[in-house]
């Protein structure tokens, strides 16, 4: 086992991902996942695949906006121990946002679908523990996108119009 592995394990072992599974079990996660990087502005997912992976992001930050590339609305923020692309990879439809890397050297942990549904049969626990971490994952999204459409609705027309 790499020193790269054991780190990363340890980073796992201390987020919500992971706070119901042993060391043994969040290593045997990453034994189903890969590190990948990206730069600035390179594009993680984009609108209209379907995904084909769920990302965990270890260090740096990415984006999700909706539009053209050359007017994008920002729909949120997905940053250090967070999941990204659960959405669609669970419904399997095209995306409806870019996934986007915002800063250099961001670092996500890739779990294919191929991947996922061999963990599903060899290690349900794991597997479980996954989906609940997805459904409370588009939970945080979802109050943070209404949150900000409610607050936005509000300065636009005023409180109680619509």
């Given at each position: 086992?790499t020193s790269g592995k054991?780190?990363?394990?340890?980073?796992?072992?201390?987020?919500?991902?992971?706070?119901?599974?042993?060391?043994?079990?969040?290593?045997?996660?990453?034994?189903?996942?890969?590190?990948?990087?990206?730069?600035?502005?390179?594009?993680?997912?984009?609108?209209?695949?379907?995904?084909?992976?769920?990302?965990?992001?270890?260090?740096?930050?990415?984006?999700?906006?909706?539009?053209?590339?050359?007017?994008?609305?920002?729909?949120?923020?997905?940053?250090?121990?967070?999941?990204?692309?659960?959405?669609?990879?669970?419904?399997?439809?095209?995306?409806?946002?870019?996934?986007?890397?915002?800063?250099?050297?961001?670092?996500?942990?890739?779990?294919?679908?191929?991947?996922?549904?061999?963990?599903?049969?060899?290690?349900?626990?794991?597997?479980?523990?996954?989906?609940?971490?997805?459904?409370?994952?588009?939970?945080?999204?979802?109050?943070?996108?209404?949150?900000?459409?409610?607050?936005?609705?509000?300065?636009?027309?005023?409180?109680?119009?619509?």
């Amino acid at each position: 086992m790499t020193s790269g592995k054991i780190d990363l394990a340890a980073f796992l072992n201390q987020q919500y991902l992971c706070e119901a599974l042993t060391i043994k079990e969040v290593q045997t996660l990453l034994d189903y996942t890969e590190l990948v990087s990206y730069q600035k502005n390179d594009i993680i997912a984009d609108i209209g695949e379907v995904g084909q992976a769920l990302y965990f992001v270890i260090t740096g930050e990415a984006v999700l906006v909706f539009g053209d590339g050359g007017s994008e609305t920002e729909v949120g923020r997905m940053k250090e121990g967070e999941l990204i692309g659960e959405m669609s990879f669970f419904d399997r439809k095209p995306r409806s946002v870019r996934m986007r890397a915002l800063r250099d050297n961001t670092q996500l942990l890739k779990l294919p679908r191929v991947k996922y549904d061999r963990l599903r049969i060899e290690h349900p626990f794991i597997a479980v523990n996954l989906l609940e971490h997805a459904i409370v994952s588009l939970d945080h999204l979802f109050r943070r996108v209404t949150t900000d459409v409610a607050t936005f609705s509000q300065y636009f027309y005023g409180p109680g119009k619509r």
